[in-house]
């Protein structure tokens, strides 16, 4: 069974779709018992980065996602649920930058483009032994967003270039992640849900 996790944010719905079309089981839940034991979570998120910790504090999303990677089960972030696996975001941060999930130790900040939010189509560069990107690592996937993580993280890297290079995913054991929303990336989207599917 996947889990969606119902925070408050995402495309729940839309997400619940493209994960269906898999032929697993698709909850959207909020339940902790629920988000921690199934076979994959998926954490969505559109918005802030800051709105989105808020909303998955109030579940107690952070430490579900941990308790994920001590019982070696997969998740994965898609969006803002990727941006908010990371130690810190920038994102409307007056003073001192908003604490995320700290899965990976880099900070998510501004994209330095002519035109933001990059919303669109983009190419991906994967490497040659990403899950993700099995059979699908020279199409395009939809984006939208205005930050990005910078820094390599993670065991496997995938880069998209928008003014610059920033994460368009990582792969990392059990935790994995994409900024782009393969949810609404047509067919190529719903492969990577079926590649990473394979992983649970």
Not at 83 to 95: K, R, Y
Not at 119 to 142: D, Q, R
């Amino acid at each position: 069974m996947i889990a969606i996790l119902d925070y408050g944010s995402g495309n729940l719905r839309s997400a619940e779709r493209a994960f269906a079309t898999t032929g697993l089981d698709v909850v959207v839940t909020s339940d902790r018992r629920t988000a921690i034991e199934a076979d994959g979570l998926v954490v969505p998120g559109v918005g802030a980065f800051a709105a989105c910790m808020k909303g998955l504090n109030s579940i107690d999303g952070a430490s579900i996602i941990r308790a994920r990677l001590e019982k070696a089960r997969p998740t994965l972030g898609i969006c803002i649920g990727m941006q908010i696996l990371f130690a810190l975001g920038n994102e409307h941060a007056q003073e001192q930058p908003h604490r995320g999930v700290g899965i990976w130790p880099a900070t998510v900040s501004a994209l330095k483009a002519p035109i933001v939010p990059h919303m669109g189509w983009n190419t991906v560069e994967a490497p040659k032994a990403s899950i993700l990107f099995a059979g699908i690592n020279t199409e395009s996937f939809y984006f939208v967003h205005s930050f990005a993580a910078k820094e390599s993280v993670g065991l496997m890297q995938t880069w998209t270039t928008y003014g610059e290079r920033f994460l368009s995913a990582v792969e990392d054991s059990y935790v994995c992640a994409t900024q782009f929303h393969p949810e609404k990336s047509g067919e190529a989207g719903l492969a990577l849900i079926r590649n990473w599917t394979k992983t649970l």
